[in-house]
């Protein structure tokens, strides 16, 4: 079976093993949040390793550097909702202690793939 670059890409795994988290976590929203808060969360957590995927078929580095931005933008996005998810109790605190700690890696790891691009070029 082929292997697509991105699939070798660590922070692709990486956000993609969040997205499943993330997934996980929100079965314990509220029903009535299914298609809120439920709903963005996932989509912007989807994104993040999508677009990673698609930035690395990208030709120029320049473009796919874009796509990393994007997909550092849908990140906090997610981080931004999980924390009202907490607020709302919706989340409880060892669950956003760990879910944290892997934003923060997976930012830091998504910024380093796009300088690292951009300095290619």
């Known amino acids: 079976m082929y292997t697509y670059s991105f699939e070798n ?4 795994n990486l956000s993609k093993q969040l997205a499943v988290k993330i ?14 808060m439920a709903s963005q969360v ?10 990673i995927a698609e930035g690395s078929t990208r030709k120029s580095k320049k473009d ?3 796509f990393y931005t994007i997909a ?9 909702q999980i924390l009202i998810a907490y607020e709302l109790k919706w ?5 956003l202690v760990a879910l944290r700690e892997d934003f923060e890696f997976i930012t830091s790891r998504l910024n380093t793939l796009r300088n690292s691009t951009l300095s290619d070029s």
């Open 9 to 12: 890409l660590r922070v692709w």
């Open 23 to 36: 997934y996980t976590v929100t079965k314990s929203f509220p029903d009535s949040e299914k298609y809120g």
């Open 42 to 51: 996932k989509r912007a957590i989807i994104s993040v390793c999508s677009n």
């Open 64 to 66: 796919q550097a874009h």
């Open 72 to 80: 550092y933008g849908s990140l906090v996005e997610a981080l931004n």
């Open 91 to 95: 989340i409880k605190q060892e669950d």
